[in-house]
């Protein structure tokens, strides 16, 4: 029977007591190809595939057209043996991102370099004229993969214009930003799911008190874990974040840490009530002294978010801190037992009264608000020789913060403005208590200060808070100037042909290490970040995007629409469109640069000219943008966002904070027509990657399978208007919902 199974030729003997012998399997030196052999996964991973059913690549139901449908599939399979498995995930993961930058690159080469041919000496030649656009049309076009250092500095110049728009309205800058990371040991309700889980899939009780148990179980079910967290956070931000911080607007993003793998999310905030930026305005009217101001501020946020950077042991009667509650070394409490571990509870069970929630906070406080400083936080100062804490915790020499008897506002390294608040311990965090107790894991709440009044902020202080958006966003992002250059190096050493060498240098842009918690969370393609606006993309290039809303397309765009508005509205392009409730990012608008540029200008006029109805109302023939531009940077019309923008160029300082100035080169020196190919122009959310069809296992992912009308123009002209009251909205013809989204964006290219 085993001769049966593995053919008639194998070579099955047996030994001295009769044990059958298989042999062992051989290996080829050609490596097989992963898109396109039959049975791939079942030969790869037969432990998964005991009957050789549901690899992808045969056998596969209807019910999955693509690879990422397939894998999230699996992932969450019913017996959890796909998640539980050590090496899957990572390869389903990244033959996904490989698939997708094979896509996009061998699109981008066909569709917007033209040539597919093109050869590799074609291409060196063009770039020693000084023809840089290729490598950087790559990495625009590359915004789409998620994860990617583009993909951030697209979620940059989101974070920027959320923040111009809601100082528009009128709602000021950022009031706070804050953090959360991910106690996967400790978090209640993950550990009751967990169980849940492995009794479901594997039908047995596991006792996950047992920290060997606990440690394994999150080792095999990341998923969970990423499922969990995410699902934290979003309940996070709905319940208490709103209710209780006040937030009305919010972005923040899932990030992982390098070191650990481990997620946590952190984000900027504003507050409806725009505090605490009108009290600190206030307190500068009235002209109160340094001091007063900290107190006011202090015992507003210490009544608002219970921030402090007292230990809550608090005083004896003699006004002495309790130190016999503060753990060793700066106290002698001994540490508690593990059954009052605070962490394993929920703000619920210790709600009991007032004693109950004050001793939580303690305990709390003691385990994860206390900084203690290692490796990770102790660098070198490049003008001093001794090591510092980069959280501010003093120096290899002097350790600790000083104590403060009253509150204080200082500058920070960046130039903003912070609060100290009183302080009795050395290595306390300044912290939040309902954060500690809400979230009940590290995190952080930091105030974001301003003296100018929310109505209209200043330059400077826009120009500051920016600082935060960038370290917020950008964060981890390989440079432009790194990413470039690999574009060289690799030019210099290849030998393959254009395309191939397109596609080699976009996967070296987009791989990176994953954890399994990322690999989960990339499979289950949760949010990276999730926003409470959404965003929409405006050209002024005259280009019609294709606005994805099933089979239609809108036949005027938003300039248009701005351009025959009703002779009695009176307001500017940006007000305009601001009043569809979406954050509008405009797609041409390049980067300051100083001195100014006739095309920047012009781009900065349209939008925020207070109501015109042709360029004459802006500027006579005679006059240059710039002219017009400097009189209008003078004029009450000027936003002071586009005030700031123009500062910062003029201060150009780049290595002043590097990530900055590559996020924003990157970002806004974005050609128009990477707007047109886009997937999803108008996204609740995320954009989801758009589910090409793989055509079934013998086909060539990389190759493209779309069919084109021939004549544009005609193929443009064959749409239908709809009944649709408004003639805005033109049905495409016999395209199916699959192709659509390429076809119409390939239009775009070729008009
Ligand atoms: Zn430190």
Not at 43 to 61: E, K, Q, T, V
Not at 273 to 296: I, N, T, Y
Request: charged share 25%; net charge neutral; proline share 5%.
């Amino acid at each position: 029977m085993v001769r049966e199974t593995i053919g008639a030729n194998s070579k099955v003997s047996f030994d001295k007591k009769g044990t059958l012998i298989l042999p062992w399997p051989s290996r080829g030196n050609t490596p097989l190809s992963e898109f396109s052999t039959r049975y791939f996964f079942t030969l790869a991973f037969p432990c998964l595939f005991p009957y050789a059913s549901g690899d992808f690549n045969i056998n596969r139901p209807r019910t999955c057209t693509s690879l990422s449908d397939w894998a999230e599939h699996l992932l969450w399979y019913k017996d959890g043996r796909f998640a539980k498995h050590r090496y899957f995930k990572f390869i389903a993961h990244n033959m996904i991102i490989r698939k997708q930058t094979l896509e996009k690159s061998s699109f981008i080469f066909q569709q917007k370099l033209g040539d597919s041919h093109i050869s590799i000496e074609e291409l060196k030649e063009k770039i020693e004229q000084g023809d840089e656009s290729i490598c950087k049309k790559i990495l625009y076009f590359s915004d789409t993969l998620r994860g990617s250092s583009q993909y951030w500095s697209r979620r940059y110049k989101e974070v920027r214009s959320l923040e111009e728009y809601l100082i528009n309205e009128g709602k000021g800058l950022p009031s706070i930003f804050c953090t959360g990371s991910c106690a996967e040991f400790h978090f209640k309700p993950l550990r009751r799911l967990l169980g849940m889980y492995v009794k479901l899939t594997e039908n047995k009780h596991i006792d996950l008190d047992n920290h060997n148990n606990l440690y394994a179980c999150l080792q095999e079910n990341s998923h969970i874990v990423a499922s969990y967290f995410d699902k934290r956070t979003i309940s996070y931000f709905e319940n208490v974040m709103g209710p209780v911080f006040g937030v009305s607007a919010y972005w923040y993003r899932q990030e992982f840490a390098k070191s650990r793998g481990m997620v946590h999310w952190h984000g900027l905030c504003w507050r409806e009530d725009k505090e605490p930026h009108k009290l600190l305005h206030d307190c500068v009217v009235k002209g109160l002294s340094e001091p007063d101001c900290a107190q006011v501020l202090s015992d507003w946020a210490k009544y608002q978010f219970g921030l402090s950077a007292e230990h809550p042991a608090g005083y004896d009667e003699a006004g002495n801190s309790k130190k016999n509650l503060w753990p060793p070394p700066e106290g002698t409490a001994p540490a508690p037992p593990e059954e009052s571990n605070p962490l394993f509870k929920l703000l619920m069970d210790v709600s009991e009264s007032q004693d109950t929630v004050l001793e939580d906070y303690l305990l709390l406080c003691n385990r994860f608000n206390l900084h203690r400083c290692s490796d990770y936080c102790m660098t070198t100062n490049k003008s001093k020789s001794v090591k510092e804490c980069r959280m501010g915790f003093g120096s290899e020499n002097e350790s600790g913060k000083q104590l403060r008897q009253f509150p204080d506002i200082i500058k920070d390294k960046n130039k903003c403005l912070r609060l100290e608040m009183k302080r009795d311990h050395p290595f306390l965090v300044q912290h939040s208590q309902f954060h500690t107790q809400g979230w009940r894991a590290n995190g952080d709440i930091s105030l974001i200060l301003s003296t100018s009044g929310p109505d209209n902020p200043s330059v400077e202080e826009i120009l500051a808070v920016e600082k935060y958006t960038t370290a917020y966003s950008c964060k981890g992002n390989q440079s432009t100037e790194s990413l470039t250059n690999l574009f060289h190096e690799m030019l210099n050493t290849s030998s393959s042909t254009a395309q191939n060498f397109c596609s080699k240098y976009l996967m070296n842009t987009v791989k990176r290490d994953v954890s399994a918690v990322e690999a989960c969370f990339e499979i289950s393609r949760f949010p990276l970040y999730r926003c409470s606006h959404q965003f929409q993309s405006v050209s002024l290039s005259g280009l019609r995007i294709f606005e994805s809303n099933g089979k239609f397309i809108t036949k005027n765009n938003i300039f248009d629409k701005y351009l025959s508005r009703p002779p009695n509205d009176n307001c500017s392009f940006y007000d305009f469109i601001c009043r569809s409730g979406k954050v509008p990012v405009f797609s041409s608008i390049l980067q300051a640069s100083w001195p100014l540029t006739e095309d920047y200008c012009r781009y900065q006029l349209l939008i925020h000219w207070p109501n015109w109805r042709n360029v004459s109302d802006i500027k006579p023939d005679s006059a240059t943008w710039i002219v017009t531009m400097t009189a209008f940077l003078e004029s009450k019309h000027c936003p002071n966002f586009v005030r700031a923008d123009i500062e910062r160029a003029k201060r150009h300082k780049p290595n002043d904070y590097a990530e900055e100035s590559n996020c924003v080169e990157k970002a806004s020196q974005q050609p128009d027509w990477v707007e047109g190919i886009r997937p999803d122009i108008i996204y609740a959310e995320v954009p989801e990657d758009v589910s090409f069809d793989d055509g079934g296992p013998h086909i060539d992912w990389s190759k493209s399978d779309i069919q084109y009308p021939t004549n544009y123009k005609s193929f443009i002209e064959s749409f239908e208007e709809t009944d649709n009251f408004s003639n805005d909205l033109l049905i495409v013809p016999d395209v199916n919902e699959n192709t659509y989204k390429k076809v119409t964006s390939n239009l775009l290219l070729n008009l």
